[in-house]
C-alpha cells in the first residue's frame, strides 16, 4: 500500500506483460488444431505425414475431391445430417414445448412422479440401451419399413424420443417465470386453453425456444454412434458418421480430402455460434453440459 | 350434444361448434387408435411381445388423454410421453431384461425360429424313394434335373436357390425343351448340354445341389439315382426334444441351447432367459473381471482428472482477463471458445492426426526439438495423458463461460471487506472465491463429472479404448472406460456379440449413474422445485 506510485507503475506492467505472454500462449493452444486443418485442407499433399503448417503451394483440390469422390459421397452425407437435425429439432421443440405447458399450468396427481422419472431416465445416456434401441427400431421396421433400419424417419424418432428430458426441464422452468395472472386473467374472458397458450404463453418463450433449438441442433448433428449404428447404407449416412467412418480406414494417405470434410461439417454450427454466442451461453448456464 | 332449449343462438352456436369439434377430436383419435392397434396386432403377429405391449399402452394412454375430460391435461403430452416411452423408458427396460438372458451370438431368435431352422436341416438317405435322373448344364454352369420315379412319372426341376418355378412342364417346343427320348427325358433342352454318365460322374457341383421345392427337396445320391432328402432332427413339442433321424440322439433344451446328453449342440440356439448367469460369469472369470477392474480405477480418474484440469484452465482464464481493465478482452475471448464451436467429434479425429506417433505433428515437433517421439497410441500411460490433454482443450471453454459469469455475480464488497482485514490475493481466493463459486457451478461440475464418466465419443474416436489388454478374453483396452467397455462386448466382432453380458455390465453402470445423478439432483434445488409448485 505504502508502495511509491513509480513501482506500482511498474508492477502493473510486469503484470500485464506475462498476462499478454500467457495469452499468446493459450491462444496457442486453442487455435493451433484449427490452423492446422485449415492448412491440411488447403495443401494440395493429401498424405498426413508430409503436412506443414505452411504449405509450398496450395489449392482447393482436396475440396474438389469431396465433390467428386464416389466412395466419400461428402455432399449427400452433409445433406442427411440437415435434414435429420433440422427435423429432430423441430419435433422435440414441439414435444417438449406441449408437455412443458401442462406440467407449468395444471395441477394434476402424477404431475411431481412423472417430472422426476423424466430427469432421472434422462442421466442414463442412451448409448447404453443401444442394443434395444437397435432392436426397436429393427422390428419396427419389419412391420413399417418407412421407420426401420436405415431411415432417416427412424432415427429421428430415436433422437426425438431420447431428448425429452432435460428439456422439458428447461422449458418448465422458463414457463414458471411467466406469471400466471396472465393466463387467469384469459381464462376468465373466456380464453380456452390453447388459445391461452397459443397466443399468449408462446410467443413470450422465444429466447428459451432459440437455447433449447440450438442446443438440440448441435447435439444432434454432433452425434454419430447411434446414427452409425441404425444407418448401415452408405448413402443414409450422416456427415459424423461419414467422417469418423473415412478417419478408421487409411486416413493418413488422405489427411487432406478429411481436414476439407471436417472444415465444411464444422461450419453451420461454428455459424450458428457466432451469430446465436450470448443465448447459447444463456443455456449453458442453465445447465447443460457439452464436452 | 347441442340441447335444444338454449336461450340464445350465440350460446348454441358455440355448444355445437364444441361439440363437433368433440366429435371432430373423437374421430381423429379412433383414427389413430386404429392404425396404432393394427401396428401392435402385426407386431405381436411377428412375435415380438414387448414392443407390442408397449404400442398397446400408448393407445390405452392416447385414447384416455383425449377422450376422458378429467385427464384433459394428458392431451399437451400424451405424444411426447410415447416418443418418451418407447425410446427412452422401453430401451432401458429392455436393457434390464436383456441382462438375464443369453442374447447374442447363437442366440439371436426365438424359440419358434430356432425350431424351425433346425427342422428345416436335412440329410441324405441311404435308402427310400428313389428317381433314375439326367442332368443338364449351361455354360454358366446352370443346372437342370430331369427325374423318374418308379410309376415312370417324368419332371423336369430346378435348384432349390434358383427364383421362379421349382418345376418346369416337360412340353417339347416350349422353354427351349426338345424333343422327348423313349424315357421322356429331353433330347436337347436350349442353352444346356445334356450331360452323359461319364459328364455327369466328373461333375464337381452336381452332387452338392438341391433341386426342387423347398418342401420337398431332392439330391443326386449316386450315378444312378437321385433320392429326396429328409428332415434331419424330428421335433417332439410335448418334451420339447429334438431327436436325430440318423443316430437316435436326444437333444434336450438347455437355457436356449438343444444339447445332447454327450455334449454336442444343435445350432443355432435361442434367446432365453438364464437368470443370474451372465453376473456369475462375470465373477468367475479373471478374463472378464480383471480389466473390469482396471477399466473402472481408470473411469474415476479420467473424469475426476478432466473435470479438475477444465474447471482450473477456465477459472484461471476468467480470473486472469476478467479484470474489465484489461484491454483485447472480447477478441481473446472468442479465440480462446474457439474449441467450444466446433462439434467435438471433428476435433477429435484431428488430435488423432496430430498425436498420430509417427507421422503427426506433435511428433515431428517434439523430435525437432527435444529429439524424443512418445509412443501416444500404444504406451497406456501416454495414451491416457494424451486423452487428458484433448478432453482438456475441448473442456475449458464450458467452464471459462461458466466462471466468468459466476464470478461476476460475487458481491464486491466482501472484497472491500476482506481487504479492509488485510487478505492477500491468495487468501481472497481460497477464502472466498472458490467456496462462493463451487456453491453456484457445484451441480453443473456433477453433471459436468457424468458426462465425462460417460465420454464414449472422446474414448472410442480417439483411440477406441486402446491399447490393448493382453489378459482381456474379450476386446478390452487401457483407455477403455465402462461405456466404451459395454460398447465393444456388444458390438465388436471377431470374439461375437454378447448381448446379455454386455447389458448385465450396463446395469451395473445404470447404478452407477443413478447414484451420482440423484447426488447432483439433492445439490441442485431442482426437487424441491417440484415440491414447492404443488
Not at chain 1, 162 to 185: C, F, H, Q, V
Not at chain 2, 120 to 137: C, F, H, N, S, V
Not at chain 2, 146 to 164: F, H
Not at chain 2, 248 to 253: A, E, L, M, S
Amino acid at each position: 500500500m505504502s508502495k511509491h506510485p513509480k513501482s506500482i507503475q511498474r508492477s502493473r506492467r510486469i503484470s500485464l506483460i506475462w498476462r499478454w505472454v500467457l495469452a499468446v500462449v493459450l491462444v496457442t493452444f486453442s487455435i493451433f488444431p484449427v490452423l492446422w486443418i485449415i492448412s491440411a485442407s488447403i495443401n494440395p499433399v493429401n498424405d498426413l505425414a508430409n503436412q506443414k503448417l505452411i504449405p509450398d503451394n496450395w489449392g482447393f483440390q482436396n475440396f474438389q475431391q469431396l465433390v467428386t469422390n464416389p466412395i466419400f459421397p461428402f455432399f449427400t452425407w452433409l445433406k442427411n445430417s440437415l435434414i435429420v437435425s433440422t427435423i429432430s429439432t423441430l419435433l422435440t421443440l414441439s414435444l417438449t414445448t406441449l408437455a412443458a405447458f401442462a406440467f407449468s399450468r395444471f395441477r394434476f396427481k402424477g404431475r411431481q412422479g412423472l417430472l422426476k422419472a423424466i430427469l432421472l431416465i434422462q442421466s442414463f445416456p442412451n448409448l447404453l440401451a443401444i442394443v434395444a434401441l437397435f432392436t426397436i427400431v429393427k422390428q419396427i421396421g419389419d412391420v413399417v419399413p418407412w421407420l426401420g433400419l436405415n431411415t432417416h424417419a427412424g432415427l429421428i424418432l430415436v433422437y426425438s424420443g431420447g431428448a425429452m428430458g432435460m428439456n422439458i426441464w428447461l422449458m418448465k422452468g422458463y414457463m414458471d417465470t411467466i406469471p400466471r395472472d396472465i393466463d387467469e386473467s384469459a381464462h376468465v374472458d373466456g380464453a380456452t386453453d390453447w388459445q391461452v397458450f397459443w397466443k399468449l404463453i408462446l410467443p413470450l418463450l422465444r429466447p428459451i425456444l432459440v437455447v433449447i433449438s440450438i442446443l438440440s441442433f448441435i447435439g444432434t448433428y454432433g452425434e454419430f454412434i447411434i446414427a452409425r449404428t441404425l444407418l448401415t447404407q452408405r448413402e443414409m449416412q450422416t456427415v459424423m458418421v461419414g467422417l469418423q467412418i473415412f478417419t478408421a480406414g487409411q486416413y493418413t494417405k488422405n489427411w487432406g480430402v478429411f481436414a476439407a470434410g471436417a472444415l465444411i461439417a464444422a461450419l453451420p454450427i461454428m455459424i450458428i455460434y457466432l451469430i446465436l454466442q450470448d443465448q447459447i451461453v444463456g443455456g449453458l448456464t442453465q445447465g447443460s453440459v457439452k464436452g | 350434444m347441442a340441447e335444444t332449449n338454449t336461450p340464445s343462438t350465440g350460446e348454441f352456436t358455440k355448444k355445437t361448434i364444441k361439440g363437433a369439434g368433440n366429435l371432430l377430436t373423437a374421430l381423429i383419435v379412433l383414427v389413430v387408435d386404429i392404425a396404432l392397434g393394427w401396428f401392435a396386432y402385426q407386431l405381436f403377429r411377428l412375435g415380438y411381445i414387448p414392443i407390442g405391449i408397449c404400442i398397446v399402452i400408448i393407445i390405452v394412454m392416447i385414447s384416455v388423454a383425449f377422450l376422458v375430460p378429467k385427464a384433459h391435461m394428458f392431451k399437451w403430452m400424451a405424444v411426447g410421453l410415447s416418443a418418451w416411452l418407447l425410446f427412452s423408458i422401453f430401451p432401458i427396460i429392455y436393457t434390464i431384461y436383456n441382462a438375464f438372458t443369453n442374447y447374442g451370438d447363437g442366440h439371436l431368435i426365438t424359440q419358434t425360429q430356432a425350431i424351425n431352422q433346425i427342422e428345416a436341416q436335412t440329410y441324405l438317405p441311404e435308402t427310400g424313394k428313389a428317381y433314375d435322373w439326367i442332368a443338364y448344364r449351361s455354360p454358366e454352369n446352370q443346372y437342370l434335373l430331369w427325374l423318374k420315379d418308379a410309376e415312370g412319372n417324368t419332371s423336369l426341376v430346378t435348384p432349390v436357390d434358383v427364383e421362379g418355378d421349382a418345376e418346369i412342364p416337360l412340353v417339347p417346343g416350349e422353354n427351349g425343351i426338345g424333343e422327348l427320348d423313349e424315357d421322356g427325358a429331353p433330347v436337347a433342352i436350349e442353352g444346356y448340354t445334356r450331360l452323359n454318365r461319364i459328364l455327369a460322374s466328373t461333375d464337381k457341383n452336381l452332387t452338392n445341389i438341391k433341386f426342387g421345392d423347398p418342401e420337398k427337396t431332392i439330391q443326386v445320391r449316386s450315378p444312378s439315382e437321385a433320392a429326396e432328402l429328409l428332415p434331419l432332427y424330428a421335433y417332439d413339442a410335448e418334451t420339447n426334444t429334438f431327436v436325430d433321424q440318423l443316430t437316435g440322439r436326444v437333444y434336450y433344451d438347455e437355457k436356449g441351447t438343444y444339447v445332447a446328453k454327450t455334449g454336442q449342440r444343435l445350432i443355432p440356439g435361442y434367446t432365453a432367459i438364464v437368470g443370474m448367469d451372465n453376473f456369475v460369469q462375470f465373477i468367475n472369470s479373471p478374463g472378464l473381471r480383471g480389466p473390469l477392474v482396471t477399466i473402472v480405477i481408470w473411469n474415476f480418474i479420467f473424469a475426476t482428472g478432466s473435470l479438475l484440469l477444465t474447471f482450473s484452465l477456465g477459472l484461471l482464464i476468467s480470473i486472469i482477463y476478467g479484470d474489465p481493465k484489461f484491454k483485447g478482452k472480447k477478441i481473446l475471448r472468442s479465440l480462446l471458445l474457439i474449441p467450444y464451436t466446433i462439434p467435438s467429434l471433428i476435433t477429435i479425429l484431428i488430435w488423432r492426426g496430430m498425436f498420430n506417433p509417427d507421422l503427426g505433428i506433435i511428433n515431428r515437433m517434439l523430435e525437432a526439438v527435444f529429439n524424443i517421439s512418445p509412443r501416444w497410441f500404444t504406451q497406456p500411460w501416454l495414451a491416457r495423458a494424451a486423452l487428458l490433454i484433448v478432453n482438456t482443450w475441448l473442456g475449458y471453454p464450458y467452464w471459462m463461460l461458466v466462471t466468468s459469469g459466476a464470478l461476476q455475480s460475487i458481491p464486491g464488497d466482501i472484497y472491500e471487506a476482506a481487504e479492509i482485514d488485510g487478505a492477500s490475493g491468495w487468501q481472497k481466493f481460497w477464502g472466498i472465491t472458490l467456496p462462493l463459486l463451487l456453491v453456484s457451478v457445484g451441480p453443473l461440475m456433477i453433471s459436468s463429472f457424468i458426462f465425462n464418466f460417460n465420454n464414449f465419443n472422446l474414448i472410442y474416436a480417439f483411440i477406441n479404448g486402446g491399447p490393448p489388454i493382453p489378459t482381456a478374453t474379450t476386446q478390452a483396452g487401457y483407455t477403455d472406460i465402462i461405456i466404451s467397455y459395454v460398447y465393444n462386448l456388444a458390438f465388436a466382432s471377431g470374439r461375437g456379440v454378447q448381448y446379455g453380458y454386455a447389458s448385465a455390465i450396463s446395469l451395473i453402470l445404470f447404478v452407477l449413474i443413478a447414484i451420482m445423478s440423484l447426488l447432483q439432483f439433492r445439490f441442485t434445488n431442482m426437487w424441491e422445485e417440484v415440491g414447492e409448485n404443488v
